[in-house]
């Protein structure tokens, strides 16, 4: 046990020189530090309540969401009952659910039979034990036929757009620049997004929460000529953007509307007038769409709709076949610019309201570190005062251990990009103590076979082998706790549990690899008669 072979040495010795390189950008000027990060050498990311930022919570809008879904199902169910040439009547939207009336008794089987055509199972993949999951279920009463949301699948469609939603919402902050985000899900409808050194949200906030739903559809020859005049049955009403108090019709049909989910590209740039646009591209099949759209309907105008909002209703003069073209709309350049970065990211597949919003300064951050510092000084001090007087020499040894085993731990958390927080904090301070508790159990189990008679050698031996495994389920039990913190917490719960895992695993490796080398190394070069504890 005390015998170490030369990898076993060169292995410590190594792994020592590299904590020690992985955590010095922690002690470099900035402009070092820079130069490091090529080699991804950073010092520790330092969380939203150490270096102050912003918090903010999204939650996916479900009235929202379904007001989307029902929408679309209705549009659905009349290009069905048209395509079938089934007479339909009552085609409603109410609580929740699509009501549709069949108007002769004998379509009534016909009619079931294309509308259960609409109940295609949801992209998501999800599988209950009777199957996919569908978003709607089909009930048949008479010649009423209605259309429900199914429990699964509501809970399937509310997960996909969070999955969804969290991936674009990233996507949005990064191209923002922000340093070091943190973005994650909470719960089963809410994404927590931590922007530190940020202390002016507003803009951020406008980009990630906003929805840059992109269409080009159609307008209805007919258009409204007194406000809050109700659309026909086969159009829609939307507001423009530079005066909401006039509204104009466009058409829902799929077949008059090319969707901006088929956008590769958008720039901010300007027109030939100087004035601020976004220029966009389309993929080859959008290209295809809007080439289509534009040759079939040469001297009608269309309307640009971002966010339910016409920003833009230009004439086709002639077919655009080449799959770009421009948005123009009184904008300023950082408005193209934050536009032009959210229809990159793509388009949120449900609104995200704002629930929560916190910003830390970065005066209280500091004084949070400090408080930090200061706390893990003083611990540190305490527990090495504690093993120098309680067991001597040995308790040098594992002093230098738990140094080694606190610069590990940065180390770790430096390369990897890991958080710190003020709770990781608390957890550093945790790994102190339970790092000389290791050493402990190992120093008392020695001083007991000493006492009992054994020579030097064989007690210590005897302490580090017995000891193995009390300290082994001990940390096992923690890392257990530490696992499930983290999996069930958020935020700063999440932080406590990250430095703490990382804490006892580098416990383990330094009370048992390290402590051991260091004893085995004085026990070959002094042979001890006596154990000094």
């Given at each position: 046990?005390?015998?170490?072979?030369?990898?076993?040495?060169?292995?410590?010795?190594?792994?020592?020189?590299?904590?020690?390189?992985?955590?010095?950008?922690?002690?470099?000027?900035?402009?070092?530090?820079?130069?490091l990060r090529e080699w991804n050498?950073?010092?520790?990311?330092?969380?939203?309540?150490?270096?102050?930022?912003?918090?903010?919570?999204?939650?996916?809008?479900?009235?929202?969401?379904?007001?989307?879904?029902?929408?679309?199902?209705?549009?659905?169910?009349?290009?069905?009952?048209?395509?079938?040439?089934?007479?339909?009547?009552?085609?409603?939207?109410?609580?929740?659910?699509?009501?549709?009336?069949?108007?002769?008794?004998?379509?009534?089987?016909?009619?079931?039979?294309?509308?259960?055509?609409?109940?295609?199972?949801?992209?998501?993949?999800?599988?209950?034990?009777?199957?996919?999951?569908?978003?709607?279920?089909?009930?048949?009463?008479?010649?009423?036929?209605?259309?429900?949301?199914?429990?699964?699948?509501?809970?399937?469609?509310?997960?996909?757009?969070?999955?969804?939603?969290?991936?674009?919402?990233?996507?949005?902050?990064?191209?923002?620049?922000?340093?070091?985000?943190?973005?994650?899900?909470?719960?089963?409808?809410?994404?927590?997004?931590?922007?530190?050194?940020?202390?002016?949200?507003?803009?951020?906030?406008?980009?990630?929460?906003?929805?840059?739903?992109?269409?080009?559809?159609?307008?209805?020859?007919?258009?409204?000529?007194?406000?809050?005049?109700?659309?026909?049955?086969?159009?829609?009403?939307?507001?423009?953007?530079?005066?909401?108090?006039?509204?104009?019709?466009?058409?829902?049909?799929?077949?008059?509307?090319?969707?901006?989910?088929?956008?590769?590209?958008?720039?901010?740039?300007?027109?030939?007038?100087?004035?601020?646009?976004?220029?966009?591209?389309?993929?080859?099949?959008?290209?295809?769409?809007?080439?289509?759209?534009?040759?079939?309907?040469?001297?009608?105008?269309?309307?640009?709709?971002?966010?339910?909002?016409?920003?833009?209703?230009?004439?086709?003069?002639?077919?655009?076949?080449?799959?770009?073209?421009?948005?123009?709309?009184?904008?300023?350049?950082?408005?193209?610019?934050?536009?032009?970065?959210?229809?990159?990211?793509?388009?949120?597949?449900?609104?995200?309201?704002?629930?929560?919003?916190?910003?830390?300064?970065?005066?209280?951050?500091?004084?949070?570190?400090?408080?930090?510092?200061?706390?893990?000084?003083?611990?540190?001090?305490?527990?090495?005062?504690?093993?120098?007087?309680?067991?001597?020499?040995?308790?040098?040894?594992?002093?230098?251990?738990?140094?080694?085993?606190?610069?590990?731990?940065?180390?770790?958390?430096?390369?990897?990009?890991?958080?710190?927080?003020?709770?990781g904090i608390a957890g550093i301070?945790?790994?102190?103590?339970?790092?000389?508790?290791?050493?402990?159990?190992?120093?008392?189990?020695?001083?007991?076979?000493?006492?009992?008679?054994?020579?030097?050698?064989?007690?210590?031996?005897?302490?580090?082998?017995?000891?193995?495994?009390?300290?082994?389920?001990?940390?096992?039990?923690?890392?257990?706790?530490?696992?499930a913190l983290f999996g069930v917490?958020?935020?700063?719960?999440?932080?406590?549990?990250?430095?703490?895992?990382?804490?006892?695993?580098?416990?383990?490796?330094?009370?048992?690899?390290?402590?051991?080398?260091?004893?085995?190394?004085?026990?070959?070069?002094?042979?001890?008669?006596?154990?000094?504890?």
């Amino acid at each position: 046990m005390l015998h170490i072979t030369r990898w076993r040495t060169i292995a410590i010795i190594a792994a020592v020189l590299l904590a020690v390189v992985m955590a010095l950008p922690n002690v470099l000027p900035a402009d070092m530090q820079a130069k490091l990060r090529e080699w991804n050498l950073r010092p520790v990311t330092l969380g939203l309540d150490l270096q102050g930022g912003s918090n903010v919570l999204l939650e996916v809008d479900r009235a929202d969401l379904y007001d989307k879904l029902t929408r679309q199902l209705s549009s659905d169910v009349r290009n069905a009952m048209r395509d079938a040439k089934i007479g339909y009547s009552g085609l409603a939207r109410a609580d929740g659910e699509v009501r549709v009336r069949v108007t002769k008794p004998e379509d009534v089987e016909k009619a079931e039979t294309q509308l259960k055509t609409l109940l295609s199972p949801l992209e998501s993949g999800m599988f209950s034990a009777s199957g996919p999951v569908n978003l709607f279920v089909l009930k048949r009463d008479g010649q009423q036929f209605t259309f429900s949301f199914s429990p699964d699948g509501l809970d399937a469609k509310i997960a996909l757009a969070v999955s969804q939603s969290l991936r674009i919402v990233e996507n949005r902050v990064n191209a923002l620049g922000t340093s070091e985000p943190v973005i994650q899900q909470q719960g089963k409808d809410r994404i927590v997004v931590q922007l530190p050194g940020v202390q002016n949200p507003d803009q951020v906030k406008s980009v990630i929460g906003r929805t840059a739903k992109l269409t080009f559809q159609l307008l209805c020859e007919a258009q409204p000529t007194t406000p809050g005049q109700n659309p026909p049955p086969e159009c829609q009403s939307f507001p423009l953007q530079d005066d909401p108090e006039r509204e104009m019709w466009v058409q829902s049909s799929s077949r008059a509307t090319v969707d901006g989910g088929d956008l590769v590209d958008a720039r901010g740039s300007f027109d030939q007038n100087n004035n601020a646009v976004v220029s966009f591209r389309f993929n080859t099949q959008g290209a295809d769409r809007f080439a289509r759209l534009t040759r079939d309907n040469v001297g009608r105008p269309f309307a640009i709709i971002l966010d339910e909002k016409v920003v833009s209703y230009p004439n086709i003069n002639e077919p655009i076949l080449g799959g770009s073209g421009q948005i123009s709309g009184n904008f300023t350049v950082e408005e193209t610019n934050d536009l032009a970065v959210v229809l990159r990211s793509g388009a949120l597949p449900a609104k995200l309201t704002i629930v929560e919003e916190r910003t830390v300064g970065p005066s209280l951050g500091s004084d949070s570190i400090r408080a930090g510092i200061f706390a893990s000084l003083i611990g540190l001090a305490l527990v090495l005062a504690f093993m120098i007087f309680g067991y001597g020499l040995f308790g040098i040894f594992a002093n230098f251990a738990l140094l080694v085993n606190l610069l590990a731990l940065i180390a770790i958390m430096s390369f990897f990009g890991f958080t710190l927080t003020l709770p990781g904090i608390a957890g550093i301070v945790l790994t102190m103590g339970m790092a000389v508790d290791s050493n402990v159990l190992i120093y008392e189990r020695i001083r007991e076979e000493w006492r009992n008679g054994r020579s030097a050698l064989s007690a210590i031996e005897t302490g580090f082998k017995a000891a193995l495994g009390t300290i082994w389920d001990a940390n096992l039990t923690t890392l257990v706790a530490a696992l499930a913190l983290f999996g069930v917490g958020s935020g700063p719960i999440r932080g406590f549990a990250v430095t703490l895992f990382i804490g006892i695993v580098t416990t383990m490796l330094t009370a048992f690899a390290l402590t051991q080398f260091i004893v085995a190394v004085w026990v070959k070069y002094r042979r001890p008669k006596e154990v000094p504890l």
